[in-house]
Structure formats: C-alpha cells, structure tokens
C-alpha cells in the first residue's frame, strides 16, 4: 500500500483593502451583485464577478427555484453567459462573494461541487487557469491561483477516453 497526500496553497488576506485594485474591484462588484441575486428559499445570495482575457467584466448570481434541481449557481450563471458572449474569451480571475440573510457572512466560502467541475471544464477549455477570489461581505478574503486545484481527482474529458 502506498499512501498519497493532495493539498495545496492559498492566499488569505485580512479585509477586501489588502488586495491589489484590480482583484479589490472585482471582489466589491461580487459583493454588489448579491443585492440582486434570487435566492427567496436558501435566503443565501451568492454573487461572481469575472474579468476575461478581452478586459471585458461579466456578472452572475444564483437563481433559485421552488424545484431546487432547476436552480443554477451564481458561478454556473457567470460561465455561462460568458461562453454565449464571449466564446473567444477566457476568464483571468473570478470573485466570488455572497450575502447569508440567515447568519453572517464574513468567512469565504468555496464553490459547490458542481460550480468546480464547471470552473475545472472551463479551466481544461481555454487551457487557462482561473484565478479565483472568495470573500464574504466583509472580512478576510482567499486568494486561490486556480479553481483546479478545488477538485483533486477530477474527472476530465480525458478519463472518458481512456
């Protein structure tokens, strides 16, 4: 038996004013889109806000619906308006940041499981990393090089080819 070990980096900075402007604006733009997003069951607002290679910005929320299933994340939105946009643009950095109607929302959270298959294909896609910033409505903020690195063991177009 051999034993192997995935973990990786990431940077973890104490408020939104410890980032660069550009990864600053882009984290204060996902923390504004909460405002819209629609989320009458979870009452948990999830906004995304991307900057693609062009220089364009792109937004997405969550969108729930009273048949969960057909509900779609805020990251799954912003990926998909992006690939319908701009299919010859990839996405450089996305924030993520969301409003918690039921508690606080000062800690990052992490993409569902879902959204990180999505962000790995879009990733695998464009052959370009996607540089992720997570954050809450204030507090400390993640800095994470690239989504992949969220879904040790994927599953690629690769294994249905082998």
């Not at 969960?68 to 996305?94: G, H, Y």
């Amino acid at each position: 038996m051999k034993k192997e070990q995935y973990s990786f980096a990431f940077e973890v900075y104490d408020s939104i004013n410890d980032l660069s402007k550009e990864d600053g604006f882009l984290l204060q733009q996902a923390r504004e889109i909460t405002k819209i997003a629609y989320a009458p069951y979870s009452q948990f607002h999830v906004g995304a806000v991307a900057r693609l290679s062009n220089g364009e910005i792109v937004k997405g929320t969550n969108l729930e619906n009273a048949s969960f299933p057909v509900s779609i994340c805020a990251e799954r939105s912003l990926l998909s308006s992006t690939a319908a946009l701009f299919p010859d643009s990839n996405i450089d950095t996305m924030a993520i940041s969301y409003h918690n109607q039921n508690g606080q929302s000062t800690e990052p959270v992490s993409p569902c499981g879902m959204c990180r298959q999505a962000l790995l294909e879009h990733e695998k896609r464009y052959n370009r990393p996607i540089k992720l910033i997570l954050g809450g409505s204030e507090g400390k903020v993640y800095v994470i090089e690239k989504s992949s690195l969220l879904l040790p063991l994927s599953f690629t177009g690769d294994d249905l080819r082998k």
